[in-house]
DNA sequence: CCAAAAGTGTTTACGATACACCCATGT
DNA sequence: ACATGGGTGTATCGTAAACACTTTTGG
């Protein structure tokens, strides 16, 4: 006998408990950083782990997602998306819908909890982590430096007007490697994702730069 | 206050009705087609919908997900990955963890049910759907789509051996494009996803062909 | 001998990479 | 004047795409 999708819930029959899981990354002090919190309940109590809690009722994991993010960090509309479910994460029954968020440091404000304040650490230099979160966190890299050569993502980690070596250091903080300054610039340009504001910069004790926006600030696929 | 990923389970809170959602295409009649089942409960009762069910007691989604596909097809060991997780598809407060699988149809032996059995549907001349289940087609289709530019996907798809006519046949229904018969021999070839078996299709009134097979028959991305 | 599918190379266009010097500004 | 970062062009390579005819077989 063979039921189909979007069945009627039958009390206790296929009812689990469902978390959100959020990899909330930034680009700061040059580096690819993740935000982690610490658990302050067992199991794990005391270990860094990814933000994320359970669904409250009547909500979506979309929904719980941007909750938490704003949670954590104050920012909402930044670039956000889901990642996985996963099923084995606590050796319960229980699934973890993650997701992964891109922020700008700058806009972010921490929540300021007594103890255990969350922290943003560099990817390449994570503490152990609760349950399998490496796992998610390699996941979600793997993903964001996918996306980034081919969508518009990376608005969501620079201000509304940037210059192109700002961008560029974004880009080569998630990728891990230099970047050629003529063929970045050029690459930039022709996919079409930013567009010059025709102002200029004029911090620094150096010649002032052309500010870029990109032409959308939601995510797109080229 | 804050929770972290992989909470206890709390009764009460955060629990879910959980089901899977599978969408099987299979290469059939030189189209890309889906596997349909219709619905024998309310809502939406007597319409086609992608073939699914809520999570049994212990079970994750991923053994849900095989478990559906080998009761409708009969087949195992084939190509499956989770696709997205789904919200709102049916308006209630259920998540329905979406997957999609590649099977040969040659080898599935659809599910023989006295009322209402399976069909195949072609993908682009689909009945209207229970729920939304077109959207979750759609995504499935782009996934696939672009799976198959980089991966050996479609190994799942064919028998072990096969002609590079018989390949490149698979690749035009999922593109739904002709493609060039020399360009493809030398992609696939300089790809190394497929070897030369050394042995000829005897089969037809023309010239015995070359017969081909996958380097590996599981997933691996190039 | 005819139909049907197998098999085979070359040319062109485009995007990706490698690479080094001059310029404008503030101190 | 000098230190700092901004800004620019060209040559090369490799991959992708376009393109048509000959060969082998069975009937």
Redesign the interface.
């Known amino acids: 006998m063979?039921?189909?999708?979007?069945?009627?819930?039958?009390a206790g029959?296929?009812?689990?408990?469902?978390?959100?899981?959020v990899v909330i990354f930034t680009v700061r002090e040059g580096k690819l950083q993740v935000l982690l919190?610490r658990?302050?309940?067992a199991?794990?109590q005391g270990w860094w782990?990814?933000?994320?809690?359970?669904?409250?009722?009547?909500e979506?994991?979309?929904q719980a997602a941007v909750r938490?993010l704003e949670?954590?960090t104050g920012v909402r509309d930044v670039y956000l998306e889901?990642l996985?479910?996963f099923?084995?994460?606590?050796s319960?029954?229980?699934?973890?819908?993650a997701y992964f968020a891109l922020v700008d440091a700058r806009q972010a404000h921490l929540?300021q909890?007594q103890e255990w304040p969350p922290a943003w650490w560099p990817v390449d230099g994570l503490p152990p982590l609760?349950?399998k979160?490496e796992q998610v966190v390699d996941y979600a890299l793997r993903r964001l430096r996918a996306k980034l050569e081919y969508s518009n993502v990376a608005y969501s980690l620079l201000p509304e007007s940037f210059t192109m070596s700002r961008l560029q250091d974004v880009y080569e903080a998630i990728l891990g490697r230099r970047l050629d300054k003529r063929n970045f610039r050029r690459r930039m340009l022709s996919l079409g994702i930013i567009v010059p504001t025709g102002r200029r910069e004029k911090e620094g004790r150096h010649r002032p730069a052309q500010l870029y926006a990109f032409k959308e600030r939601r995510p797109v696929l080229f």
């Open positions: 063979s039921t189909t999708a979007g069945e009627v819930p039958v029959v296929g009812l689990r408990p469902v978390a959100v899981l919190i658990r302050s309940a199991p794990y782990s990814l933000p994320g809690g359970l669904l409250s009722p009547g979506g994991p979309d938490k949670e954590e889901q996985y479910t099923w084995d994460l606590d319960r029954e229980g699934l973890a819908v929540a909890r609760a349950f979160n």
